[in-house]
């Protein structure tokens, strides 16, 4: 009966030792956020619970194991089972500690400066660490358990190490592409290129970028699309960053129009307009005529906003209110386009007819 009491009562106990404790810690962690509720830090370290109580349950039976004195020929395999679990979950709560730090202190920074740029600039920074981190924490952890596992594997690591030279040389070979987007995306999240949040301009598409990774950076097109590309190209080609130096923006709007068209009373109406708009911030405004054909004039009107999307609907609304307001009170103003026939002997009119253009009225 011993026999089998002793290990439930080892075991089990050891288990419900470890689940009582992530319980405790884990209503430690609430009661301090309920306390604290402008501090985060308790709140985001309860997602720490799983891989705390899966840490402190390996070490324990790792070290209870023998006193459950279990007839097992592998109880050293079993062992190391236990410790390679714990090595791996003390990785895994790592990483979860180092996210809500790294979450706690964006929030931080973000709550004491107004500038947007910068708090892109750093959650950039912080998201690539944070990938970097785990990358390196997950190969290191997973080759110390394979040789917890496997004792064997360490004689075959020591030979390897030998022709590491080797090795590095074709690796660094083959993985040229992968190596060089790392070190791209190194150069984006430590140079201020390019950061999460900016509004860009790539291969044709105006989008946000949402996320960097090692290897890839996705943009956000306006229309919910997902664009993703190699980090290296934002360092090898020119795009366009509208949220650099700042997210004010000034958009443009161009209109084909009649010789001739009021563009006084149509600059001052653009600027009626554009104080009754939320989404205009002030700074500048203009209307002017760019061009000029045979046939019509061209006419822009600009505006500033406080960022991208607002110069989108800015530009949108002052291109349906210009059009409206010139069809209402000044028709004749919009362009025309001549469908009369092409002068032939038919219907050529003499010039003592009267007639302006020259040509027979199409009705006879």
């Known amino acids: 009966m011993e026999e089998v009491l002793r290990p439930l009562i080892v075991l089990g106990g050891t288990v419900g030792a470890t689940v009582l404790a992530g319980l405790l810690i884990d209503r430690i962690l609430r009661y301090s956020s309920e306390r604290r509720p402008g501090t985060r830090l308790p709140s985001l370290l309860r997602r720490i619970q799983l891989p705390l109580q899966v840490l402190l349950g390996s070490a324990a039976l790792h070290g209870t194991f023998p006193l459950a004195e279990l007839d097992f020929e592998q109880e050293q395999v079993i062992r190391n089972l236990f410790a390679a679990v714990a090595i791996m979950s003390a990785a895994w709560l790592a990483v979860r500690v180092a996210d809500a730090l790294a979450e706690n202190t964006l929030h931080r920074y973000a709550v004491r400066t107004a500038d947007t740029s910068r708090v892109r600039q750093l959650n950039t920074q912080l998201a690539l660490v944070r990938r970097i981190v785990t990358a390196i924490l997950a190969l290191s952890t997973a080759a110390v358990a394979m040789l917890l596992l496997f004792p064997d594997l360490r004689t075959l690591g020591t030979s390897l190490l030998a022709s590491a030279g080797v090795i590095g040389v074709i690796a660094g070979v083959a993985a040229q592409s992968t190596l060089g987007n790392l070190i791209a995306g190194l150069q984006i999240a430590f140079g201020d290129s390019v950061k999460i949040g900016d509004t860009v301009v790539v291969e044709g598409e105006w989008g946000t970028v949402e996320e960097i990774t090692l290897a890839f950076l996705t943009v956000r097109i306006w229309d919910d699309r997902r664009l993703t590309m190699p980090v290296s190209y934002f360092n090898s080609k020119p795009y366009e960053n509208w949220s650099r130096g700042g997210p004010q923006i000034t958009g443009t709007v161009f209109l084909h129009l009649d010789h001739s068209a009021p563009v006084a009373e149509l600059r001052e109406h653009l600027h009626d307009y554009l104080r009754e708009r939320p989404d205009w ?12 054909t045979p046939t019509n004039i061209i006419v822009r009107a600009s505006m500033s906003a406080r960022n991208a999307d607002d110069v989108w609907t800015l530009r949108c609304a ?19 386009i ?7 002997a038919d219907n050529l009119i003499p010039a003592m007819s009267g007639s302006a253009y020259g040509f027979r009225d199409s009705s006879e």
């Open 281 to 292: 911030d002030g700074r500048s405004w203009n209307l002017l005529v760019t061009d000029s």
């Open 318 to 336: 002052v291109r349906e209110e210009l059009v409206g307001w010139l069809g209402r009170e000044h028709p004749y103003a919009l362009p025309k």
């Open 338 to 344: 001549p469908t009369g026939l092409a002068p032939t």
